[in-house]
C-alpha cells in the first residue's frame, strides 16, 4: 500500500516546455508539501497546502504553480522550463504539525 | 542562512559498533526535530522524532538526545547494521508557527560490514 505517490518517477523535458508532477496521499493528512532536492542535496520547502489552502509559499519562481483539487492531492505545474529547474522533487504529507510521509521522488531533467 | 547544519557531509562506522549523526540548528523558535533516512533513488523516509519538551527519544536501535542550550541534537544507532548505509537527514520546525520543516543538507552513513 503506498502512501504518498508521486507520478512521474522520471521526466526528461526540453527547456521551454510545461510539464506537469501529481501527488497523491492514502493516509488522510490534511497537509500537502513540494520540495526540491538541488544538485547540493539541499531539501527546500517549495509550497505546502493545507485541507486545499495554501499556506506556504516560498521564494519560488511564478512559473511553478500548485494545485490542490482535494485534500488527498497536490500538483505542480511548472511552466517555461529551465536547466535550473533540474532537480528531485519530493512530495510529502502530514497531519497538522506532525511527522512528514515523502513520496518517492521525481528525477526532473530539463536538456 | 542555513537554520539547521550537518558539519559532517559522511561517517563510516563498522558494523555492530554505534553510530552517532550530529545536527546543530541556530533558530531557537525550533521546538520539534526529526531524522530521516534516504537511500538512493527513493524518498526520505521518517525515522524517530523529539519534541523540545524532552531530552531523549528512544526507538529500538535509534536515539535522539537533544540539548536545548547547545541547540544540538544527536542521533544515536546501536548496534549499527550495513543496511543503515544511507544518508540521514535532520530537520526541525516551528510548530507553534508555520508548516515548515527546514532540513539539514544530510550526513551519508556507511556501516562496514
Known amino acids: 500500500d503506498t502512501a504518498v505517490s508521486q507520478t512521474p518517477k522520471y521526466l526528461v523535458t526540453q527547456m521551454g516546455n510545461d510539464k506537469s508532477i501529481k501527488c497523491e496521499q492514502n493516509l488522510g493528512h490534511d497537509t500537502m508539501y513540494w520540495y526540491k532536492q538541488d544538485s547540493k542535496k539541499f531539501l527546500k520547502i517549495m509550497f505546502s497546502?493545507?485541507?486545499?489552502?495554501?499556506?506556504i509559499n516560498e521564494t519560488v519562481p511564478n512559473r511553478f504553480s500548485p494545485k490542490s483539487p482535494d485534500k488527498a492531492h497536490l500538483n505542480l505545474h511548472i511552466n517555461s522550463l529551465e536547466l535550473g529547474d533540474s532537480a528531485v522533487y519530493f512530495c510529502?504529507?502530514?497531519?497538522?504539525?506532525?511527522?512528514?510521509?515523502f513520496g518517492p521522488g521525481t528525477r526532473l531533467t530539463v536538456t | 542562512d542555513q537554520q539547521v547544519k550537518q558539519n559532517s557531509p559522511s561517517l563510516s562506522v563498522q558494523e555492530g559498533r554505534i553510530s552517532i549523526l550530529n545536527c546543530d540548528y541556530t533558530?531557537?523558535?525550533?521546538?520539534?526535530f526529526l531524522w530521516y533516512k534516504k537511500y538512493p533513488a527513493e524518498g526520505p523516509t521518517f525515522l524517530i522524532s523529539?519534541?523540545?519538551?524532552?531530552d531523549k527519544n528512544e526507538d529500538g536501535r535509534f536515539t535522539v538526545f537533544l540539548n536545548k542550550s547547545a541547540k544540538h541534537l544527536s542521533l544515536h544507532i546501536v548496534p549499527s547494521q550495513p543496511g543503515d548505509s544511507a544518508v540521514y537527514f535532520c530537520a526541525a520546525s516551528d510548530r507553534s508557527g508555520t508548516y515548515k520543516y527546514i532540513f539539514g543538507t544530510g550526513t551519508r552513513l556507511k556501516v562496514l560490514a
Open positions: 533558530n531557537s523558535m525550533f521546538d520539534y
Open positions: 497546502y493545507n485541507n486545499k489552502e495554501l499556506i
Open positions: 523529539i519534541s523540545s519538551i524532552k
Open positions: 510529502a504529507s502530514s497531519q497538522v504539525r506532525a511527522d512528514l510521509y
